[in-house]
């Protein structure tokens, strides 16, 4: 391809739920507009226990689509304190569809799809990250 891909650092994050559920992730952080642009696409695969944090410089609307995007995901919309204030399960790869935050948010999470369902996480559970807090 024409385009350089990006590279993206790496760091842990743990998602707590309300069940008392303590699941961590290896993530790689989309910190950049070009990282942000990026994502997931082109990938073929993810590990199970992987994922993507996209991280704003301040709250703010989300939205997201799955062009490029081969692999089917759950995007977990983030509040400034971790909490989680929507999912979206199993965005289907490659759809132009709009997957949009219910509210302003700090912070998109993705994982492989149907992992939160697995997981039981759900919206007002916690993701507990450095990169979140960081001012």
């Known amino acids: 391809p024409a385009m350089a891909l990006e590279s993206f650092q790496k760091s842990k994050l743990t998602v707590e739920t309300a069940g008392g559920g303590k699941f961590r992730f290896d993530v790689e952080l989309a910190l950049t507009p070009g990282q942000q642009a990026q994502g997931l696409m082109f990938r073929q695969s993810m590990p199970a226990d992987a994922g993507m944090l996209f991280v704003y410089d301040r709250v703010q609307p989300a939205s997201f689509w799955m062009k490029n995007t081969l692999i089917p995901l759950d995007m977990l919309f983030i509040a400034a304190d971790g909490r989680i204030v929507n999912i979206h399960e199993r965005a289907v790869p490659e759809s132009l569809d709009s997957v949009t935050a219910d509210g302003p948010v700090k912070a998109i999470l993705e994982l492989n799809g149907g992992m939160a369902s697995r997981l039981g ?15």
Do not use: M
């Open 121 to 135: 996480i759900r919206p007002g559970d916690r993701v507990v990250s450095p990169d979140i807090a960081k001012p």
